[in-house]
């Protein structure tokens, strides 16, 4: 049975010709031949074959190979994906390794044994499958990438601050420097990483990151530099490392300060080196990769305790991105809670407007949990509303400003409920409903304890 494939032989020489097609169309689907290269181009256009025989030598030089060589390039850059089998008369091992070095898969000498042709053939067929799968995983995994930033969402900001860190980010994205983003939890730093590479000249490979809090520190090392089968007990397949994945992309490593002392020994060297080693193997790996790192420790603390290495240290922070807390910027929060309120009011088909009374609220509380805070709220309050209106007095405990749960240093409860009141009055700005639904309370009992009080 014939394989399917598709093959053209190019040989000056007729004879050459009508013996390999007699061979080679036994063997598989279509079988092209022709004696000038220069017709080379329009059979890659007319049929696009898997494998090209090329010959090396043709009638105006016989002996250099020099046009051989020219042609293969030729080849290449029309398709690089066509694989080819150099041939030649003068068996000659040089020639043969320059072929390889120049981009050919293989090389026979002219006479050949059929046996070792169809040989050569049959790897050449598979070397087309392995460049056609690399192809697809390439093509996926841009894809991927889209899907992912399809889901992404937009890292915005208007505060001085953001500009800043905006303007940070555009210029240094353009090199290939070492970036520490500093920051509270949830201040964006996963999302600047992500702009970071996108903004780079490495957008279009592979972005992989890897969150130093949530793996078991026993396993940071295969996960960073991959391991090798049978490297230890549970090392079932090879597996390869964060930086091969990011290889000529980005790798951003989160909360990095989780990093035991040996194991920064081994990132560092990496670094260094440009080379990973996975475990149980003897091979280095060569990696190109830009490293981001991101942390809400402080790490200049954590060498002066010990529990980070100072040359680590320098090696990463080239340039560090610092993201402000959003109680820093309090007029980035209405365009986040507007960019939300539109985000998840198309995920719940919501559309729903909100209040100056409420925006209001949103912009005076201190965001302990940053931008994720918010947006969780925005997303609870849209899925708990029911009117048209935003509303977040279910969500949110609006009506105790930080300043007055913190500073409780009266006990007796008459005083307690007594202050409570009258701060959520002032929160409020003397609206009695929203103060009452802010304490739990009727807008009667509210009244009832106005007149008690006599406020
Ligand atoms: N400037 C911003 N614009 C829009 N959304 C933001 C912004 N900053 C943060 N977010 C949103 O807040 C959430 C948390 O962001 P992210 O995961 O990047 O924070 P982080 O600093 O990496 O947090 P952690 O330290 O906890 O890992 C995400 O849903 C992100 O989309």
Not at 13 to 28: F, G, R, S
Not at 341 to 352: D, I, Q, T, V
Request: aromatic share 8%; proline share 3%.
């Amino acid at each position: 049975m014939k394989a399917p494939g598709s093959i053209l032989v190019v040989d000056d020489n007729q004879d050459i010709l009508i013996a390999a097609k007699l061979l080679l169309k036994k063997h598989y689907d279509i079988i092209k031949t022709t004696d000038s290269p220069f017709e080379i181009e329009s059979y890659i256009k007319q049929f696009n074959p898997d494998v090209i025989i090329l010959d090396m030598n043709y009638s105006q030089d016989s002996v250099s190979g020099k046009e051989g060589f020219f042609w293969l390039n030729k080849i290449l850059n029309i398709n690089p994906h066509i694989v080819v089998i150099m041939m030649t008369a003068y068996s000659d091992i040089k020639l043969a390794v320059d072929a390889i070095k120049a981009g050919a898969t293989d090389f026979i000498a002219k006479p050949w044994q059929n046996d070792q042709l169809l040989a050569a053939i049959a790897v050449a067929f598979n070397h087309v499958k392995t460049k056609n799968e690399v192809a697809q995983l390439t093509q996926k995994n841009q894809e991927l990438n889209q899907v992912l930033q399809g889901h992404e969402h937009a890292f915005i900001g208007q505060s001085k601050a953001m500009q800043a860190v905006f303007q940070t980010i555009e210029k240094a994205a353009k090199t290939d420097a070492n970036i520490l983003i500093l920051g509270e939890s949830g201040t964006g730093k996963e999302l600047a990483a992500r702009a970071i590479h996108q903004a780079s000249l490495r957008a279009k490979n592979p972005f992989i990151s890897l969150d130093m809090g949530s793996v078991p520190a026993s396993v940071f090392e295969s996960e960073l530099f991959g391991h090798k089968k049978g490297a230890f007990t549970d090392a079932k397949t090879d597996r390869l490392g964060r930086f091969e994945l990011a290889h000529s992309g980005s790798l951003f490593l989160d909360e990095l300060a989780n990093l035991p002392l040996n194991q920064q020994t081994s990132l560092l060297a990496a670094l260094q080196n440009r080379q990973v080693t996975p475990i149980g193997s003897s091979k280095v790996v060569d990696v190109d990769i830009r490293l981001i790192c991101a942390t809400n420790d402080d790490l200049h603390q954590a060498v002066e305790e010990g529990r980070f290495r100072q040359d680590l240290l320098f090696r990463i922070n080239t340039v560090t991105v610092h993201l402000p807390a959003l109680r820093e910027r309090k007029e980035d929060i209405p365009l986040l809670v507007n960019y939300y309120l539109e985000y998840y009011g198309n995920k719940y088909k919501r559309s729903l407007s909100i209040s100056k009374e409420h925006m209001n609220s949103l912009s005076h509380y201190d965001w302990p949990g940053n931008v994720r805070e918010l947006a969780h709220t925005i997303e609870r309050a849209i899925i708990l509303t029911e009117g048209e209106s935003l509303d977040i007095s279910s969500v949110m405990n609006i009506s105790k400003p930080k300043s007055i749960t913190h500073d409780i240093v009266e006990f007796n409860l008459e005083t307690v409920e007594h202050n409570t009141i009258r701060a959520a009055l002032k929160h409020f700005q003397g609206n009695v409903s929203h103060a009452a639904k802010a304490l739990g309370l009727t807008r009667g009992a509210l009244y009832r304890r106005l007149d008690k009080y006599g406020l």
